[in-house]
């Protein structure tokens, strides 16, 4: 630019001399290299921060399809460099496999489920068991009462029985002195009688008070043994409540200490195998939903789609391949064209007054003549150089490089002049900034960017 504007110097000079307005001499003959120095200090020097350029280069993702699942395929319908949108079928992986998982699956989950409703069963059975035990407890305690109480009427009884045997004893030991007597009597009668001595009369009463001391004596014996009979069944009687209340009691301690005990452990362990649930749900219907979902998942990934809107750069995939979900291996190259970026590599020293949101030229070998409006989107403070890689070892200052990386800016193509996810991916051209700085120097960059555009029809 500098020369061309020197060439239209001379050519004006040359005409001013021509029509006599200025005469030849050695001040005329040296400007043009005196008008040459002031365009590189006056203009082209402070272009290079306030108007500066850089190579453009065209950048678009590449995504690598690499399957979720592996298999063998059965389809592939896509075609190459074919625009595609998000979810269109690149291809299909046989979903047989993964089908018959989600059958078996299925139906675990639907045992699982009834599984569950019996262990819901078994816990409330459980609890109706430690209720009944309970229960069972409380009916031996007032079995125990009511034994305890029999053994004290009974004890009682026996008393009374002894007291009667006892009494009975006394009385026919008395009886029978008095039958004694009595017949002593009579025999004394009887011998007066027959020596005279003695009436009839006497022996007869005599006869009559023994008679009715020796019946008496016999009823008492009778009343004797009765008493003898009822101390014998009261003894048998409290032995028996006592014997019944040891029973109850025995029974009673095993529902206490070993019934009751396992039929609460067994609750518990029912009531925590059924109430064993998370988000609301039972656990082990939540592993099998969670297995089901996992399979569900790997069956949809059998079919696998286009990630974003693109196209296929080569598709080399046949059905009968099989594919395997291998990050090391991609099966085909599909190009994002919903985010393409632009970035110009701009110099460090002239990035001093580059900011956000100012104004850009942008110029494409593969459009030429063609200048497209742009914005800066955002600036990349880092490179290579800066970057540390992890290692061992100390940093080397050797492979320290004096030179300065140029810094990568990123813009952003006016959408109403193009769609800038529309250029190919690798196209590069020729970028400049209009900062707020050195703006006369503006009209000069606009022109060679100009000239650039034009250039590209001609320069390879």
Request: proline content about 5%; charged content about 20%; glycine content about 4%.
């Amino acid at each position: 630019m500098i020369i061309f504007l020197t060439l239209l110097y001379v050519g004006v000079v040359a005409l001013a001399i021509k029509i006599g307005i200025i005469k030849l001499n050695l001040f005329w003959k040296l400007s043009p290299l005196l008008w040459m120095l002031g365009l590189f200090v006056a203009l082209f020097l402070p272009m290079q921060w306030g108007a500066p350029t850089g190579t453009a280069n065209v950048y678009q993702y590449v995504i690598e399809i690499i399957p979720n699942v592996s298999g063998e395929v059965v389809e592939v319908p896509v075609e190459p460099l074919t625009p595609l949108k998000r979810g269109d079928v690149l291809f299909k992986i046989d979903p047989v496999p993964y089908k018959a998982k989600v059958d078996q699956l299925e139906a675990q989950l639907a045992a699982t489920v009834q599984n569950v409703q019996q262990l819901e069963a078994a816990s409330d059975a459980a609890r109706a068991t430690v209720k009944k035990t309970e229960e069972e407890i409380d009916i031996k305690k007032e079995e125990i009462e009511i034994a305890t109480t029999q053994v004290v009427i009974s004890e009682a009884s026996r008393l009374q029985a002894d007291a009667n045997l006892s009494k009975s004893t006394s009385l026919v030991a008395d009886l029978q002195v008095q039958v004694d007597a009595a017949k002593r009597e009579l025999e004394r009668q009887q011998k007066l009688l027959v020596e005279n001595a003695g009436s009839q009369s006497a022996v007869d009463n005599a006869q009559v008070g023994y008679t009715s001391l020796l019946s008496k004596l016999h009823s008492s014996e009778a009343d004797l043994q009765s008493a003898e009979q009822a101390v014998t069944a009261a003894i048998a009687t409290v032995d028996g409540a006592k014997a019944n209340t040891r029973s109850v009691e025995l029974t009673l301690k095993q529902l206490v200490e070993a019934e009751l005990p396992r039929a609460k452990a067994f609750a518990t362990e029912a009531k925590l195998a059924a109430e064993s649930t998370i988000n609301g749900e039972h656990t082990s219907i939540a592993n099998v939903r969670a297995q089901l979902a996992s399979a569900q998942y790997d069956l949809e990934q059998t079919t696998v789609r286009a990630p974003a809107e693109g196209e296929v750069v080569a598709v080399t995939l046949r059905p009968g391949q099989r594919v395997a979900n291998v990050p090391l291996r991609s099966w085909m190259a599909f190009v994002d064209k919903e985010k393409t970026e632009i970035v110009v590599l701009v110099q460090q020293y002239a990035l001093r007054f580059v900011e956000k949101g100012q104004p850009a030229e942008v110029t494409f070998k593969l459009k030429p003549g063609v200048v497209f409006p742009a914005t800066v989107a955002r600036i990349l403070y880092s490179s290579s150089s800066g970057q540390l890689q992890p290692s061992g070892q100390i940093v080397s200052t050797s492979t320290m490089t004096p030179g300065a990386e140029p810094y990568a800016v990123v813009l952003q193509m006016d959408e109403e002049v193009i769609d800038q996810n529309l250029i190919a991916g690798g196209a590069k051209g020729t970028a400049a900034i209009y900062t707020q700085a050195m703006q006369p120097t503006h009209i000069i960059r606009k022109l060679m960017i100009r000239m650039d555009a034009w250039m590209n029809y001609i320069r390879p």
